[in-house]
Each structure stands twice: as C-alpha cells, then as structure tokens.
C-alpha cells in the first residue's frame, strides 16, 4: 500500500463526516447549575460515531449524571473537530473556566495531542524519522515539549479555577493508522506513531506523548481515560473508515475507559 493512501482516507473521510453527521446542540442553557465541561478535538465532539447518542461524551455524561451527578446536569462540550492542543487552550480554555466558575459541581474532561501528531505524521518529515534522521527526531521531542508545555498551562489554569475536589479527566490518544485498511501495523508510519505515542529506544524517544499526560494527570491531581491499549490490541474493530475516529465500538471503548477511570 501507498503510506500516502490512508493520509488520503482521513482527508476524504473527515469532510464527510463534517457533511454528514449531525449532531445535537452541545452546550445548553445554565438551568441545574451543575455542569459536565469538555474540553477536545474531533474525538469528544463526537466525529466516528453514527449517531450522537453513540459518542463518548454523550454516554459519559449519562453516567455522571446516575454516579456523581445523581440527576439532570448541564453539558457543555466545547470540543472541535482538528484542534490542536494550542487551538484547544487558545480557543476553549476561556470558555471552560468561565463554565467552571459557573458550575457547581462540575467535571471537566480535557483531551487533546491527536491532531498536533497526525499534523506531523501527515507531513513529508515524517519520512525522515522513519530512517532515523537526528534533526528528524529532535523535531518530534520539540513537539512533544510543546504539546507538553501548553497542555500543561491548561490544565494547571483549569485545576486552579476548579479547586482540588472537582472531578478532571485527561484523554490518551490511541493510534488509528494500526487499523489494517489503514497500513496496519507493519506500516513504518504507524510504527513511529506507536514510538511518538508511547515511547521507544528506537527511534530515540523516552517519553511519548501518552507518557506526558499521564504524568501531568498526577501533576493536577486528574484521572487518566487510557485509550491507547485497547486500540492497540482491536484497532480493526474501533477504528472508523476514515482512518482517524473512533466508530461506535470505539466510542464505547473510550466511555468504558472513562468509567473505569471514574471508579473510586
């Protein structure tokens, strides 16, 4: 296969889904001052799953609603389908703290990476790092600091705003491109994006994106939706045709990883 060919699969698959799939308002009026806040990309607002009550969010949301809620509450998905880690802070962190302030109590779930790794992966450097390219491998860590600096400024500012009791969720990413109509696991892409993800000694990258939110969730004092196993294992049966979100099982899987991390 042509490591171009899921790159193009995404882009296709991405405008259709854009077209096709409607989903139901996401942010309702302040009427229980309760509030579950969700801060992402196109995974929490819902893109893969055939209809929105099969999204992750929405299922989440109705658990909290019988577990910590223990009635109505208020959903507030900021989400948007491409941001990047520095879009998500830039363009939803205002609004959530400004729900946070509002809500009480409330849940707050952040989820962000995917998009700034698929930006790179997508790109003609990518090929680089594949031959173990030092400058190549020196970008990736200067990514992954990014990516680590800005999410770690947003998730400081939402655990100030929230207080240390407010329940705050962070989001792994998982690998799509191990989905065998997608280059599988043998695609040399989908091997960097495992050593980005995870980490690897070859090529040189000791801490992995998932590695970096994992300890800023101890940092913040956040519970950690681990997604990447699960996809890891299953990525034909959770991964959409369109080589990037989840579909309705993996939706579930993503639920069922927040529940998990819910659980005392």
């Known amino acids: 296969m042509n490591v171009s060919q899921p790159f193009t699969r995404i882009a296709i698959g991405a405008v259709a889904l854009c077209a096709s799939l409607v989903l139901v308002e996401s942010s309702f009026a302040h009427d229980t001052g309760r509030g579950y806040i969700v801060m992402g990309d196109s995974v929490d607002y819902g893109l893969g799953a055939s209809s929105p009550d099969k999204a992750y969010v929405p299922q989440f949301h109705t658990y909290l609603e019988s577990t910590f809620f223990q009635g109505k509450t208020d959903l507030h998905n900021l989400a948007v389908p491409g941001a990047t880690a520095r879009d998500i802070k830039q363009g939803q962190l205002t609004q959530a703290l400004t729900e946070t302030i509002i809500h009480n109590p409330r849940v707050i779930t952040w989820g962000g990476g995917g998009n700034d790794l698929l930006n790179f992966i997508a790109s003609p450097q990518a090929a680089t790092c594949m031959k173990g390219n030092p400058s190549c491998l020196a970008r990736l860590n200067a990514l992954l600091n990014e990516f680590e600096q800005t999410a770690d400024h947003a998730l400081r500012d939402l655990r100030e705003?929230?207080?240390?009791?407010?329940?705050?969720?962070?989001?792994t990413q998982y690998n799509p491109l191990l989905k065998a109509a997608c280059g599988g696991p043998t695609l040399p892409l989908a091997q960097l994006a495992n050593a980005v993800l995870e980490g690897s000694p070859s090529p040189r990258l000791d801490r992995g994106m998932n590695d970096r939110i994992r300890e800023l969730a101890h940092k913040y004092g956040a519970k950690v939706?681990?997604?990447?196993?699960?996809?890891?294992?299953?990525?034909?049966?959770?991964?959409?045709?369109?080589?990037v979100h989840p579909n309705d099982a993996g939706h579930a899987v993503i639920r069922d990883a927040a529940i998990f991390a819910y659980a005392p």
């Open 161 to 171: 705003a929230a207080g240390p009791g407010t329940p705050l969720y962070v989001r």
């Open 225 to 243: 939706i681990d997604t990447f196993l699960p996809f890891y294992v299953n990525a034909d049966a959770l991964v959409a045709a369109d080589c």
